[in-house]
Nanobody, 118 residues
């Protein structure tokens, strides 16, 4: 059974930082791309950052230079370091994994709330 356990969300002031973590179990970590999506109220879910099994990354334009995605194979965990947070970053953040072999094989975490407000 695949499980994605997210942590690290919360309330932070503008300009602050948070680090999200997503611990994966039940998958062969090296065979999956890992990513973070977010969904703000009334908006569609969007890709924030993604890291492939080879370590290559891509980011949504508005977070480039502020967010960093990384993965630790020893811990089967993917991280999202978020710096210089803005109110528009407020959303529920979801961990996502996708098999590099079978693209339709993908899983979602339960989501963690990030609120940026003074």
């Amino acid at each position: 059974q695949v499980q994605l356990l997210e942590s690290g969300g919360g309330l932070v002031r503008p300009g602050g930082s948070l680090r999200l973590s997503c611990a994966a179990s039940g998958i062969i970590f090296s065979s999956y791309a890992m990513g973070w999506y977010r969904q703000a109220p009334g908006k569609q879910r969007e890709l924030v950052a993604r890291i492939a099994s080879d370590g290559s990354t891509n980011y949504e334009d508005s977070v480039k230079g502020r967010f960093t995605v990384s993965r630790d194979s020893a811990k089967n965990t993917v991280y999202l370091q978020m710096n210089s947070l803005k109110p528009e970053d407020t959303a529920v953040y979801f961990c996502h994994v996708q098999s590099k072999i079978i693209a339709s094989l993908q899983y979602w975490g339960q989501g963690t709330q990030v609120t940026v407000s003074s």
